[in-house]
């Protein structure tokens, strides 16, 4: 029994299958398992270097922390899209002036480091941490999403457009109504994608001496004096950081599921025509 992409493995094969899942599940839980060792072996998990962590100001600072990367993600993602759009809109442009200083200004801002746009916003121009942290943040994933709403506009069917202009709809009305609502199907793995990185990225503002999540923990595993407890600091924070992540793609799944749920874009189905059916204008069908 095949396939017309590929023909479906034999009882060898799968066989084979089985014997490489089986080796790569082996490998894995040795890496583990030899990961869990040298932190036991190196007094990782005492109650010496995990105690600190029961202390009300530690938990009040790594708090502290966690909502100020959040209050710095919801403002870089929110500008993000806003300046996504404008530049994506500038880009679609008929006006080739517009159309050409949206592309330099896309084109710069991809190419320009995030951290080198941070610390210039910050030292040149004296911003506080959060407006540096925020707005080198919004320059560069601002002009990664321009990009992506751009690319999705063009990857509806041409055949769509050039309907819509044909039912005498104006430019703005086929842009709003017809092409960015299929586009957001396809742009939105892409659009979480980058919200993931700017929201990793907010880890950036420890170096602008912006109190965020990374910040904290820097603090509490070099100023405190048990034995600098890195390790359980890491252990803490990088499972949260990895939740808020894995937090944004099921949002994501969750909103394209309601699209899909949609009665606007569902698919409808439409009656069989029947013997007797009226045509226009009161006429029965001929036979």
């Not at 909502?67 to 996504?84: E, I, K, Q, W």
Request: aromatic share 10%; net charge positive; glycine share 8%.
């Amino acid at each position: 029994m095949t396939t017309a992409l590929y023909d479906v493995p034999g009882p060898r094969t799968r066989q084979r299958h089985r014997l490489y899942g089986l080796l790569s599940t082996v490998l894995i839980l040795a890496l583990i398992g030899w990961i869990l060792y040298l932190l036991f072996a190196t007094g990782q998990f005492t109650a010496a270097k995990w105690n600190p962590f029961t202390y009300k100001g530690i938990q009040e600072l790594l708090l502290r922390g966690l909502g100020n990367t959040l209050r710095a993600f919801a403002l870089a993602a929110v500008l993000s899209l806003a300046l996504g759009g404008v530049l994506a809109t500038g880009r679609l442009s008929e006006h080739r002036t517009v159309r050409w200083l949206c592309t330099l200004l896309v084109e710069f801002f991809r190419a320009m480091p995030v951290l080198v746009m941070i610390f210039f916003i910050y030292v040149a121009l004296k911003a506080e941490p959060l407006v540096a942290l925020v707005a080198g943040l919004t320059l560069y994933n601002g002009s990664v999403l321009a990009e992506v709403f751009r690319t999705g506009v063009h990857s509806v069917d041409r055949g769509q457009r050039e309907a819509a202009y044909a039912l005498g709809m104006r430019k703005t009305q086929v842009m709003t109504q017809v092409l960015v609502p299929q586009a957001v199907r396809a742009m939105l793995p892409a659009i979480i994608s980058q919200l993931v990185v700017a929201l990793k990225d907010t880890s950036l503002g420890y170096l602008i001496t912006y109190e965020e999540f990374l910040h904290a923990g820097k603090l509490i595993a070099s100023n405190l004096d048990y034995d600098l407890p890195f390790i359980p600091v890491v252990m803490i924070i990088s499972p949260i950081y990895i939740g808020m992540c894995m937090l944004l793609s099921w949002l994501a799944h969750w909103v394209s599921r309601r699209q899909r749920r949609n009665p606007k874009v569902e698919a409808t189905e439409v009656a069989a025509p029947e013997p007797g059916t009226l045509l226009p204008g009161g006429r029965r069908p001929p036979g």
